[in-house]
């Protein structure tokens, strides 16, 4: 997928609003997959991002996390760690299908399906220039801004 346009896509966010990638041309995108609302490493994940936004905006980028949670919970979520970027619920699990994050993952013993954490940059053309997958939390946010700020 790298090199490659990425297909446009709609999915209800938070704010009431409707999160289009197509509206963000002339915006690089960070578009970040965690696996559940208010988990210990989903809700560190979004607090690095939440610290280091002024820098993604000052890099002129748009930051979007995307579960497969209610917006119902992404507006409890972000309220609750104050996230000044938008989170998008991909309930149906497209958006994740098409980048290929949905995963079986050990959980208590248990074989589960869910999201492996992965990180996409798309460019200001929306053409996919990055991906992270298996993301270990410590640091990434910051990775990703030094990405975002060379492209």
């Excluded at 009431?16 to 915006?27: E, H, I, M, V, Y």
Aim: net charge neutral.
């Amino acid at each position: 997928m790298i090199d490659q346009t990425v297909a446009d896509f709609s999915l209800p966010a938070t704010g009431g609003r409707t999160f289009t990638l197509s509206a963000c041309q002339g915006s690089p995108v960070v578009l970040y997959f965690y696996p559940k609302d208010s988990t210990p490493g989903c809700t560190t994940e979004a607090q690095q991002f939440r610290d280091l936004h002024p820098q993604f905006v000052k890099a002129g980028a748009i930051v979007v996390g995307v579960s497969r949670d209610s917006i119902r919970s992404h507006e409890n979520f972000k309220a609750r760690q104050d996230l000044p970027f938008d989170l998008l619920a991909d309930a149906d699990e497209v958006l994740s299908a098409s980048f290929s994050v949905i995963k079986m993952k050990s959980m208590y013993g248990k074989q589960v399906r869910g999201i492996e954490r992965s990180t996409f940059v798309i460019d200001r053309q929306g053409v996919l220039r990055r991906e992270w997958r298996g993301v270990k939390v410590a640091g990434h946010a910051q990775e990703v801004l030094d990405f975002v700020a060379q492209l």
